[in-house]
């Protein structure tokens, strides 16, 4: 019978041979580093693989979910976030397109197309327009609201040719090498923008002028900003968060 | 005279440890997810109902090092979550333990009781069966927190893909308040439930690893409220012998 609930007839301590003392400095010691250490914590060791092939297991479940007629409509009450939405870019300083050292900015789709296109701002604004009232879902958890205006990224692989061998897209820009890669699906949303306007103006230089990837389809990582490059490939090409450890494919 | 029982089977002990890694992991991880944006406002807009915008969830409370850790090990736990709770719902249906977790008839009147125990305005331990009145209406609601706890993740997973499920839940903002909610009622049932079984039922403990319950000591023999008669009751002395009674054999 237990007489003494809350500690074991012998004490542990004389168990492990040492005293009391030791025992109590030992026990708050590994408690402590349960609270410190032990927390905030990655895992175990060799959780890594285990992760990754739940995330391939996932990135299946979400393509078998992805429907191209799923929409967003952001909520009728939403504010536009305007000047609260937040800048987002990977160089120390706003990236800005340099004409005098590079030349005009041209859009390139190439890669598996049959007639690749190099367009400028004007020819890209010349394009069939599609404003939509979108929501953003960022990858933190917040979410904003903002007026898109741009091309839908199927009018332009349709206008560019897309070979049946495309899977992938990939997204690059001028900000430090930035790019993400998609599957061809997303791209082809009909809400997957290449964005030149915000809120009724032209994209401004904090929010990826003069062009932008925007879809509510993805979370916000994968809609490179500073945008220079669209390139239909067979294969995917990671991108600079999804290298890092965050997740490929990030539908929304 | 022996009063120890089988009291819960092997399924339902494995689901209850696995559900309580699970749950650690999803509520770590869930918390270092929070603290990337530890608000619910749109952006360009205020939030009614929660006070402590910006202020993030201390490190050593959250679990998988930084965001993308803690995301990945967020939808890979899921998976353990649901399917461990499908088997427990799937077990606990086909095998009848149902029975001892639905509400009965008079259920309020009972709880009621058992709160006057509690608070020591009643004497004696209302009787009960398996579980008292209390523990029935907080394990039997426990599914349900599950299930809103579910449909709130996935309106926040796929707001576009599952853009009706997140509509019904009044959007995007209002789905992730849901989510951490129903967390806050999971972490809050969960500290009570561990506080009952030190302060109240110890050797449900023994219950929950071996299925071994010794009935002599459940509560109500006990009539232990917290940290009253924590002690199971002393055994009866044995009988003394009785004096030899000398009758020759004949």
């Known amino acids: 019978m237990s007489r003494r609930l809350w500690l074991p007839r012998r004490h542990i301590a004389e168990k492990l041979g ?6 109590l400095a030992l026990g708050s010691g590994a408690l402590m580093s349960i609270a410190a250490g032990g927390c905030d914590w990655k895992g175990p060791p060799g959780s890594g693989r285990a992760l990754r092939a739940a995330e391939r297991w996932n990135e299946r479940v979400e393509r078998a979910l992805y429907r191209h007629r799923a929409m967003n409509t952001a909520p009728a009450g939403a504010r536009a976030a305007g000047v609260d939405f937040p800048a987002y870019f990977i160089s120390p300083e706003v990236p800005e397109w340099d004409e005098d050292a590079r ?15 190099r367009l400028t701002l004007d020819e890209l604004t010349a394009l069939p ?6 929501e953003h879902f960022c990858v933190e958890g917040w979410s904003a609201v903002a007026v898109r205006a741009g091309v839908r990224v199927s009018d332009l692989a349709r206008l560019a040719g897309l070979s049946p061998g495309a899977h992938y897209v990939d997204f690059q820009s001028f900000d430090d090498g930035y790019h993400e890669s998609w599957d061809l699906d997303s791209a082809l949303h009909p809400q997957t923008l290449i964005v030149y306007g915000q809120d009724g103006k032209l994209l401004s230089p904090e929010f990826g002028a003069p062009a932008r990837v925007f879809s509510p389809v993805k979370l916000g990582y994968k809609s490179t900003k500073y945008l220079t490059r669209v390139t239909f490939l067979a294969e995917r090409n990671g991108g600079y968060w999804s290298d890092q450890g965050y997740e490929w494919y990030a539908g929304t | 005279m022996d009063n120890v029982k089988r009291r819960h089977h092997l399924i339902v002990r494995i689901t209850h440890w696995v559900n309580a890694i699970a749950l650690l992991v999803m509520i770590g991880s869930g918390l270092r997810i929070f603290n990337a944006y530890p608000a619910f406002a749109r952006r360009g807009e205020t939030f009614c109902c929660y006070p402590f915008a910006g202020h993030k969830i201390p490190a050593w409370l959250t679990f998988g090092g930084w ?5 990945a090990w967020h939808f890979a736990m899921m998976w353990v979550l649901v399917i461990n709770g499908l088997v427990y ?3 606990v249906y086909l095998h009848g333990e149902w029975r001892d977790l639905v509400p009965r008839r008079g259920i309020v009147r009972d709880a009621l009781d ?3 125990f509690y608070v020591a305005a009643r004497r004696d331990h209302p009787r009960q069966g398996k579980h008292n009145a209390l523990q029935r209406l907080t394990y039997f609601s426990l599914p349900f927190i599950a299930v809103a706890s579910v449909l709130s993740g996935l309106a926040i997973w796929k707001p576009v893909q599952l853009a009706p499920l997140t509509w019904l839940l009044g959007g995007f903002v209002w789905a992730r308040y849901w989510h951490f909610l129903a967390m806050t009622t999971l972490v809050a049932v969960s500290f009570v439930h561990v506080f009952m079984v030190f302060a109240v039922d110890p050797y449900s403990l023994r219950a929950m690893v071996t299925g071994r319950y010794d009935e002599a000591k459940s509560p109500e023999r006990r009539n232990a409220r917290p940290f ?8 009866p002395p044995p009988a003394p012998p009785s004096p030899p009674e000398s009758k020759g054999a004949p």
Request: charged share 30%; aromatic share 6%.
């Open chain 1, 129 to 134: 327009r599609t404003e939509l009232r979108l």
């Open chain 1, 103 to 117: 030349g005009t900015w041209r859009l390139e789709v190439d890669g598996l197309v049959t007639r690749p296109l």
């Open chain 2, 114 to 116: 058992m709160v006057k």
């Open chain 2, 89 to 91: 719902l799937g077990f």
């Open chain 1, 18 to 23: 040492i005293d009391r003392r030791e025992f």
């Open chain 2, 228 to 235: 009253v008669n924590l002690r199971a009751p002393a055994p």
């Open chain 2, 67 to 71: 965001l993308a850790g803690a995301r």
